[in-house]
């Protein structure tokens, strides 16, 4: 018998639904507000391999949902038979309620609601060649999905949101991470806040400023750890931030424009910090 097999939910664990009028799937739909995300405690993610990444992660399920087509791939079941076994729910649904959850025309197969998670920002020690993205009120979920999937793949530690900022476990920025959500944690603060920790983490601040005064490649990003702070996409950082910043750096810039997207700057900054940390690694370094 396979592992798969063995490990398949039970007849009867699994509950089959087709109306969008069935309480579990409206409650399911009231995800997409920010208020019933926050009041649950919990979110929405789709895309098979995703949700096998979270379960591996150690995310908490709380309930899987597939379409019917999807019933009996391996992967599917296995992803069912840990829900089972965490105690969630798994849901067998129509092509049409998948998609009214998940507000696609052509949705995955696989979806699941997990429950969120905050790393709190006392538990974040920076340690020598750590980088953290420090995000001052990020408004578009694009951006933060896009900022956390690229932290992710330049291997910094986390992120940190500062100020009121939109949602990282809303669909759109969950869907733009690409399933880096699951894989660095996010905490957040209030700007005094995250001032007071970066005091005491032992990390340099450096922020980014269209009127920096340090060209960003002539950082040295390997003495301390890392926080790279980056400004609101329409104000840039306000000045009780950039004051609190050891350095504030400018990323060169010719032609007209004013600035650069706020997560393509996130990205130069990364991957700056990356490549003076990789030379670290060179021989006769
Ligand atoms: N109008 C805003 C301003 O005056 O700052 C533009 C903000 S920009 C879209 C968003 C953030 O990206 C900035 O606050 C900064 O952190 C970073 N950024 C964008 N272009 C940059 C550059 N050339 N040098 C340094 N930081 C930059």
Redesign the pocket.
Same mark, same amino acid.
């Given at each position: 018998m396979s592992f798969e097999k063995e490990r398949a939910p039970r007849v009867g664990t699994v509950k089959e639904v087709t109306s969008l009028s069935n309480p579990i799937i409206k409650d399911i739909r009231a995800l997409s507000q920010k208020k019933h995300r926050e009041e649950s405690g919990t979110f929405l993610a789709e895309g098979l391999k995703l949700i096998i990444d979270a379960l591996e992660l150690g995310w908490t399920i709380r309930t899987l949902i597939y379409a019917k087509a999807a019933k009996g791939k391996p992967p599917v079941e296995k992803a069912a038979a840990k829900t089972v076994a965490s105690g969630g729910l798994v849901l067998e649904v129509s092509e049409k309620v998948l998609g009214a959850i998940t507000r696609r025309d052509n949705p995955q197969m696989v979806a699941g609601v997990f429950e969120s998670h905050y790393r709190p920002l006392a538990e974040i020690a920076p340690q020598k060649n750590e980088t953290y993205i420090a995000l001052d009120r990020v408004r578009d979920p694009g951006n933060l999905g896009t900022i956390i999937r690229t932290a992710d793949a330049a291997g910094a530690s986390g992120i940190i949101l500062v100020g009121e900022t939109t949602d990282p476990f809303s669909l759109e920025t969950v869907r733009a991470t690409m399933g880096s959500v699951f894989a660095l944690p996010v905490s957040r603060a209030e700007p005094k806040a995250f001032l007071d920790w970066a005091k005491k983490s032992g990390a340099e601040i450096v922020a980014?400023? /269209?009127a920096?005064s340090v060209d960003y490649r002539t950082i040295d990003y390997t003495k301390k750890p890392i926080v790279l702070l980056?400004?609101?996409?329409?104000?840039? /950082?306000p000045p009780e931030l950039a004051e609190g910043a050891g350095r504030l750096?400018?990323?060169p810039?010719q032609g007209r424009a004013?600035? /650069?997207? /706020?997560a393509v700057?996130t990205a130069v900054m990364l991957y700056e910090a990356r490549r003076h940390l990789l030379s670290l690694e060179e021989p006769g370094r």
């Open positions: 980014t400023h /269209l920096g980056m400004g609101n996409e329409q104000q840039g /950082l750096a400018r990323i810039q004013d600035s /650069l997207n /706020l700057a």
